[in-house]
Each structure stands twice: as C-alpha cells, then as structure tokens.
C-alpha cells in the first residue's frame, strides 16, 4: 500500500489529523538540520514549515505554474 493510500484511508477516520499526517510525511529535511530540530525541540518548543508559494500564484497544489524559472547556469 502507497503512502498515499494509507494517508487516504487515515483521512477516512480523521480528516484533520491526515492532513497534518502528511504535511509531516510529505517534507524531508535534511539530516543534519533533522538531527538539530530533534536536539532543540527537547529543550523548547520549536516551529519549522515549508513554504510553497509565490505571491502572485498562491498554492501550486491549487494548480497554477510558478512565476519563478529555473535555467541552468
């Protein structure tokens, strides 16, 4: 069963707590900075989010292109 599948059937169950499900699942840090989150959140509360949006497209989950282009250098 894919992740998405298994997010699904959560959803089925608990809305609220699929999204935060995957909203978790979904971002993959990288080690080090995990490792330090890990370090500091026993120490105090922390908040870390991801941030996709441009402001003149909003979400792109909500389907429209980026304005920023990616060239190659």
Do not use: C
């Not at 900075?33 to 870390?48: C, D, M, S, V, W």
């Not at 441009?54 to 282009?69: D, K, M, N, V, Y």
């Amino acid at each position: 069963m894919s992740k998405n599948d298994r997010i699904g059937r959560l959803g089925r169950g608990d809305p609220s707590v699929a999204l935060i499900s995957a909203m978790t699942i979904f971002n993959h840090w990288p080690e080090d900075l995990y490792k330090r989150l890990i370090a500091e959140g026993k120490q105090r509360p922390l908040l870390l989010n991801a941030a996709r949006v441009e402001p003149q497209l909003g979400s792109p989950a909500r389907g429209g292109l980026p304005a920023t282009l990616a060239r190659p250098l």
